[in-house]
Structure formats: C-alpha cells, structure tokens
DNA sequence: CTGAAAGCGCTTACAG
DNA sequence: CTGAAAGCGCTTACAG
C-alpha cells in the first residue's frame, strides 16, 4: 500500500509541502498561524501519516543508525551488551543494526560495509583479529567508530574497556595467597589484545610468586570438547589446584568438565571465571566471578559515538571501566 | 567526510550518471562499452566509492531493512533466534533492525512506529500483551509482518510457531505414566497464548489422569524470586513429585532454588524444563528438556518474511514446528 | 552504446 | 505567515 506523503497532507490541507514540513518537525522560529497548524496536523493524524527517515536521512545526511558489530550477539555476553546499548542508542533517537561476525575478519568487513552503505551515522564494534586495515580504511573517511570490549593493539580509536591486565593480576594475586600449589590459567589461544592483557595480567602476578602455574590455550572454535581435553591432561588432583577461566565460554565449559568428572568445588578444586552469565547460578556451588560494568560500559559506548557522530574528532579518548571480583564459594 | 557519489565517478570518467548507475548494477540489458565499464569501476575503486543504500531506498522504495521486535534481546532464547534470523536475512539481502520492548504494548508500539519510520520492508515480531490495535493498524496498512515464537489469538498473522500444547500435553503424558504422587506445572500468570497453551495442554493431559496436581503462576518481573516462593509454599517432598517449567527463565530459576534447598534431582525430585539453554548444563543432573527447533524457525520467518515483502498476501500461512524433547537424566 | 531528465520524500534558505 | 525551488544520491524509461 502506498503510504502517505508530506505530498498528500500539502494537497489536503491546502498548503505547501514546506509549510507541512515545518509544522511536522515543530520548528521554534517558524511562525505558523494556528489555523493552518492545526489543519495540518489533523490531516496528518486522519490520513495516519508516518514520516518517511530515509528521505530525511538522504536530505540530512545523517540516518539516526548506529551499527554494532560483535562476535555472536547470540553469546550471553555480546547480548547483555547489546541490550544496554540499544536502550542508550534509543534515548538519543538512533535505532541499532546488529551485526555477528563469528571472529572472522571477512565478515567484519563485509559488516562494516554493509552498514555504512545503510549509512549509519556511526559504528560500536568488537574489532576481531587481522580487521586492521578495514579498520583503518574507516577511520580515514572519518567514519565515527567506537570499539567496544576489545580494542586494537595498533590503531587509536575511542572506546570503551575494562582493566583486563589489572584485575587479571589482582585475581592471580588473590589466588597465589591462598597457597594453592598450582594455578592454571584457562585462555585462549590468540593475538586479541584485551584477552592477551588478561594472561599478562596472571602472569605478571604468578612470576613474582612461587607457585607453580599451568596456561592452557584454547582455540575459538570447539571449546566446550578443547576445554575437557586439556583440563584432562592437565588437572593435577593430587595439588591443591585453583583454576582461573578468562571468559565465560570457557568457564562454562570448564564447569561442566568439573560436573562431568564429578570433581567438587571448592573441595578438590577452586575456580574463579570472568564474566557473569546465569549458567553460573545453576552451578552447585557459586562461582567466584569477575563482573564487567556491562550497562556503564555500553552507556558509555554510546555517548561516545553519538559525540563522534556529532563532532568528530582522530584519537577520541578511550574510557577504562574496572571490573569487578566477585567473591563467591567456589575458592578455598 | 563527504563521500563520494555516483556523481563524483560520473565526472571523473567523463560519462554520465546514468551510466554509471548501470555499470555499477550489472544490469544485464544494458549494453554499455568495455572500455567505458571499466573506466567507470576503476575510477569507482580508485575514490573508495560506497553505493549510498539510502537514496537507493528511496528511488527503490525498498529499504532492504528487517526488523526484529522480541521481549528482550538479552534473553538468551531470543538472541539465538536473532542470530539466525540475522544470518538468513544476509543471506537475503537484508539487514536486521533489533528492538526489545521488555513485554511493554507502549514500548513495542513506539518500536513498530520507529522501524516503520525507518521504512524496514517487514518486521519479524514476537508480539506482546494488549498489542492487537498496534498490529491490526499495521496490517491495514499491508505492513508485512510474520510471528515468531508467539503468535495473536485474534489476529491473523502469517508465523512461525510451535506445537505448545501438543508437546506440553505429551511432557505431561511422559510424566503421569512415571506414576508421580504430584505434577507441578510452573508457568506464567500471563495471557500470551502460546504460552497458554502450554498450560492448556498439560491440563488437559492431567485431567484424563488420576494424578494430583498444581499450577504455580509466577508474574513477569521478579521471576527468581516468585518462583523460590511459590515453590517453597507447594513442594511437598513427602510426595513423589515432578516439576514442569514453562519457560527456560521458569527453569533456571527453580533449578536455583533446588540447589538453594539442597534438593537433588531426580532422587528428591523430577523436573522437565522447556527451553534449551547453556544453564542447563551447568546443573548438576542434566536436565530433561524441551527443545524448539530454533534455527529452522528462524530461517522458515526470513522466507515468509521476504515472500510477504514481495508479493504481501493477507492472511499468509502460519507454520508449526515440531519441539522435541531431549530426555536426561532429571526425571526418575 | 550513452545521456538528459524526472522523480523518490524530505528540508531549508530565500523571497514575498 | 506561507510558498516556490533546489537538492540530497540514486534508478530507469525514453530518446537518440
């Protein structure tokens, strides 16, 4: 059916389409009798006009857009945040594209692409590995982008992120005086600058100490059966063992291992994970968790580009949030 | 930074816009030069030109824009749903809008106003409570629209959607036959009809049975909290008794209380929970549970989806899936 | 094989 | 207080 136009209210209301248009979009200094306002809006109203942004965005050249692109809006994490940031975007008066693109540096540049030919005003994004050179592409047409969570080792861009050396450190810290005799730090096996923060962060700590430690690498994809393997091979019972899983993901998978093996925490085991995610909750005991400000974060996300949008500036500040240790039962 | 246009490559390669315009869309009719073809992608790959998707929309009056309205973006039900919807859609040519209107009519009404604004060529919705008039006015105006997960009882809609009662009815089948002293059906104090009839179905198992049951009715907000409660005043572990939660939030929240009460599953008590979710793995007895076929859902809303956007048909078809139940080990 | 022109639905500087 | 007109970046029927 063909909607109604800033045309049709003009022809019925008797008017021109420029005063309609006025009138529509409430302009202060325009000074629009009464009568014809009124008339206007009630023609508006009875012929259920709904205004047409993407004419608006062409004439304006500005589209209210914001995309986001993440790894998997479908993991827990990814889907708190973008929940945050769409709530924030709204209040502004942007609407968010969503965008996944499993790690893989293809789809990330097929995202970027395809929001900026939906030409929205600005991207969040969660840069993955080897996106460098798009990233930069962007950044010379000076297109506002922010990142979120991750950010990029040689490319400045405003963002938002957590202290991930820092509480890293401070976690390994609260480990190493517990006197457990091993500590085995579960990653994962890659170049992402914040999760490399997070080993450096333990391993920074666990050097100065003298307990022994363990890094299991884990690729991105299978984790769940890598997970089980390597802490098969790895876990010790025999020691005092605490185990620090750096991302939701792997705790998961790491838990589940433990329920499986029938290996209780905190008796036999300890075990800290990052991130918070409501299978956490299910776990028979509660898992000591190191909770990211996901709403400030992505609140902050969001003022940033929308200031980015607004007046763009190269090197825009990058905003670090500190998380948060949680300190539950599943450490002895 | 102003980008460059149609226009800017039509000067630079000497030609018009007109010919530009069908280089760069391949038209197959249109029989332009080699030399010139060239000349124009080259000089289009040299100035980084980025079609403006924008003012395609409004020649073509097709924006390529989907939007997705679900509770809550969050939910880890919904997410995965948006995730595969998002991949088909790209598939197709789309890009997905998302919005959460939180059970809220005034909110998903506001969302309905913002994507049709944004001139989206359809929404997938999973409509809420008190949103017939939004809808009905949106399906007077031929706005092509498909359900997913839940459906309107009295508007007709085209869909996607589960057999809830039939599955629920066969769920409590499974548990009368296992000769429980009591059934306990948690669900929502709700008027959703799916949800509906989940209960319908198993009340109408129940009653051919000569099992005693109860129907526990928890509000939408403060769900953990509800359930623990109610759960507390209605479980009797002198009894026999098997739990059914509705929903993977109705789950996740009971099974907390169980590990809460330190009751163990299936000795002290049964349970079937519908949903499929990571928590569940992270409970201690694995648990029995309802699985929607997800994916295939998703992918069947993207075809209606784009079939209505192409040639819209009122009353289109509403198709139902088949949820399986996945048996563990959480019923005795 | 190529171009001039109209038009999609808006906004706004300018004129009156 | 109101309107005519230009223009945002495209597409396409038509003409040549």
Chains 1, 2 share one sequence.
Do not use: W
Not at 82 to 92: G, T, W, Y
Not at 160 to 187: P, Q, R, T
Request: aromatic share 8%.
């Amino acid at each position: 059916m063909k909607r109604a136009s800033i045309k049709d209210i003009a022809r019925i209301a008797e008017v021109s389409v420029a005063t309609v248009s006025y009138v529509l979009n409430k302009k202060e200094g325009s000074r629009i009798s009464e009568t014809t306002k009124n008339k206007i809006l009630e023609v508006a109203e009875s012929i259920n006009y709904i205004p047409n942004k993407i004419a608006k965005s062409l004439k304006m050249s500005k589209s209210k857009l914001i995309g986001l692109i993440v790894a998997d809006i479908s993991n827990d994490f990814y889907s708190n945040i973008a929940r945050s940031i769409e709530d924030e975007a709204m209040k502004l008066g942007y609407t968010l594209l969503i965008g996944s693109c499993d790690e893989n540096p293809e789809k990330f540049k097929k995202l970027t692409e395809l929001f900026s030919e939906q030409q929205v005003d600005g991207m969040i994004i969660a840069p993955v590995v080897d996106s460098d050179e798009v990233i930069n592409k962007l950044i010379k047409e000076e297109y506002p982008i922010v990142t979120i969570d991750r950010y990029l080792k040689n490319v400045s861009l405003p963002g938002v992120m957590i202290n991930n050396s820092e509480i890293s450190e401070y976690i390994c810290d609260h480990l190493v005086k517990k006197d457990f005799d091993e500590i085995i730090y579960v990653g994962y096996d890659t170049e992402l600058p914040h999760l490399l923060d997070r080993q450096d962060g333990f391993d920074k700590r666990i050097a100065k100490s003298k307990v022994s430690s363990k890094t299991i690498l884990i690729g991105i994809h299978n984790i769940t059966e890598e997970v089980q393997t390597k802490l098969e091979e790895n876990l010790d019972l025999s020691k005092k063992t605490a185990i620090y899983f750096s991302s939701n993901k792997l705790g998961i998978a790491g838990l589940r291992y433990l329920i499986d093996k029938n290996i209780s925490v905190p008796e036999q085991v300890s075990l800290v994970a990052f991130d918070e995610t409501e299978a956490y909750y299910l776990f028979p005991t509660e898992v000591s968790f190191i909770q990211q400000p996901l709403f400030d974060m992505a609140k902050e996300s969001v003022k940033l580009i929308d200031s980015q949008i607004d007046n763009y500036t190269p090197n825009g500040k990058r905003v670090t949030f500190h998380a948060k240790f949680m300190e539950r039962s599943s450490v002895k």
